[in-house]
């Protein structure tokens, strides 16, 4: 069973911060990370390998410092990682992302039985470039999965959908993303860092490789724009007060006295 | 037969699935209405599935101009790429401007695939929804980057400009039994997806939370420090008559389950008052509380982002008022 795991490197922060002319984020001096569900679809394609046969191959569209995110997934114990960068694909939305890496993708050789991503990423958040590869791949999708079981020839996995838990089956190839849930099993073996970080070849393409033209890729391939950063406005400016923790609580029964929530003077709830 | 100019407004997905549970699709049909009216158009809902008169007649009955149905077997349960056959001819035909769906479970995954195919854009859990007075495009507020800002998306040359819309940022309307709409049934070519099959389905049992419903909610995060702490908050919820939500570290830590998330990724909560205890007040957090009418806020950090949102604010340490703040509600009821 071969195995495409599509992984993002995101910044390992809470807190961002925005270039405003070119309304992109600043990732210098930020630490970075893979994408948590990234690692835990990682984490249930090496299980699979290890128990059906096949590679493991890790991917992932970004500037060219993703490496690392690559290198850390080789070090987990994937089989192979592509890198694909270039100038042309930055300010991609999920549209223009997924188009390049499903190109990536049908260059694999074998095509993989099975492409893995993660439900969401912490950074953008859309949960759209998973569905959308699978779209351009003509793969079948289902999406938030937590529970994975290869049989002869297809996969049984089990997700929540909108209150229903829900048992499925699906033929391969496909594409599934997934969610914490279907990661109980610990952390991943670290591997032989040694390998990792020397001996591996990274394999990276750019637009040529992949046949892209400019304007299919990056910005100009996207449909959406950012059109303005706001900072979530204040709501109202309430009173702020510090003072004696009997203070505190003083100012929060009297709020709830005038809220009707408590009745008023000493008397009792009614 | 309408000509297809009649059917090129507002369009809502009309998903139908966990109804009880989530009105969502009547919310969007509401802000559908209003973005229709400045846009001078129509509000289309669409009802898909094996028997869908009764959606149909819903929609109009909570503001839709027209209903486009499609009944047929293969349609009953909820699948992406089959859903997505009926859909994508149905808009390369009647070219909507703006199309809206939930983000549901459901609206998640099929919206994606379906802005694919028809090559559009698409934002994702929305927040706000306006129409630019001067362009006449669709902004799309959705939380972005990490949550510290949000950002305003257009979708400036390609159509329909799609979004989903986080469910309780917008107010239904009243059931108008009176309303007036058409239900129209065009032509459908059903192409079931054959590679995924639903062997099972079972409804999730969990001990629902009356969070939604409830007229005061107390809201607990990190700052709190441990489960013991947590604790104390159900005392606090049922001395007001309350229930209690959490920020998403405090889920993390295994503090309380799932379902009491409070958020973007939770629920979204409009109490009349909601009582916020050690969070720090990250917009992840607030998209969930902001429709509450009264916010009070405890935090011992005087910067803290919270206090930008509280008609009261209270600098303080949580785990000395807390028992403070039970006691003497005690003595009172
Ligand atoms: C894509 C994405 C989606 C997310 N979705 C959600 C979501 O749906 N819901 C959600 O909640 N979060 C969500 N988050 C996380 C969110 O960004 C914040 O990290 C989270 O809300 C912070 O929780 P907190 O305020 O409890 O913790 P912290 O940010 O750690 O804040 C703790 C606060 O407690 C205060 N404090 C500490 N000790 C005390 C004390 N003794 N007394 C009083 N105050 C004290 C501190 O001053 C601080 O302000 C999401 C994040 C991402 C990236
Ligand atoms: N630039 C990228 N490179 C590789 N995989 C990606 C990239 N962006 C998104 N993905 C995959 O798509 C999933 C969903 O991302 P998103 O749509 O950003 O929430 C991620 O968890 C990854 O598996």
Known sequence: MNIAVCIKQVPDTPSIRMDRERMTIIRDGVESVINPLDYVALQAALDLRDRKGGEVVVITMGPPQSEEALREAIAAGADRAILVTGAAFSGADTLATSHVLAVAISKLDPFPDLVLCGAHTTDSDTAHVGPQMAEELNLPQICGVNEIHMEEDYLTVKRLSDGFVETLQVSLPALLTVTQELCSVGHLPLGDLQIAFSEREITQWGPEDLGLKEEEVGLRGSATQVWKLSVPPPRREGDLISGSPQTLVDHLIRKLEDLSILDEEDGYKS | ?333
């Open chain 2, 1 to 333: 037969m309408d000509t297809s100019h009649d059917l090129e407004g507002v369009w809502v997905f009309g998903d139908y699935r966990n109804y009880f549970q989530n009105r969502v699709t009547l919310q969007l049909i509401a802000k559908a209405r209003d973005l229709a009216d400045k846009l001078d158009t129509r509000v289309i809902a669409l009802a898909l599935g094996d028997k869908v008169h009764q959606w149909a007649m819903e929609y109009v009955a909570h503001g839709a101009d027209i209903v486009l149905a499609a009944e047929h077997p293969d349609l009953k349960s909820y699948q992406v790429e089959t859903y997505c056959s009926v859909v994508a001819p149905w808009v390369e035909a009647f070219q909507p401007q703006v199309f809206l769906a939930g983000a549901t479970s459901f609206g998640r995954e099929f919206f994606p695939r379906l802005a694919k195919r028809l090559h559009t854009g698409l934002s994702a859990d929305c927040v706000a929804l306006e129409i630019d007075p001067e362009t006449g495009l669709l902004l799309q507020t959705t939380p972005g980057f990490g949550g510290e800002l949000l950002a305003e998306i257009v979708t400036p040359d390609h159509r329909p400009q799609m979004a989903t819309v986080h469910p309780g940022v917008f107010q239904e309307r009243p059931h108008d039994p009176g309303a007036v709409g058409r239900i129209l049934y065009p032509d459908v070519d059903v192409v079931p997806e054959t590679r995924v099959k639903l062997i099972r389905s079972k409804r999730q049992q969990t001990r629902q939370a009356k969070l939604e419903e409830a007229q005061v909610v107390i809201a607990g995060g990190r700052g709190l420090g441990s489960k013991e702490n947590f604790e104390r908050l159900y005392e606090l919820a049922e001395l007001l008559e309350g229930e209690v939500g959490a920020t998403r570290p405090v889920i993390g830590s295994g503090w309380t389950d799932k379902e009491r998330l409070l958020g973007q990724t939770g629920k979204t909560v409009k109490p009349r008052l909601l009582i916020s205890i050690g969070a720090s007040g990250a917009v992840q957090y607030t998209t969930g509380i902001l429709g509450s009418e009264n916010i009070v806020a405890i935090n011992r950090d005087p910067q803290a982002p919270i206090f930008n949102m509280a008609d009261l604010g209270l600098v303080g340490d949580a785990n000395t008022l807390l028992p403070l703040l039970i006691e003497a509600l005690r003595k009172r009821v």
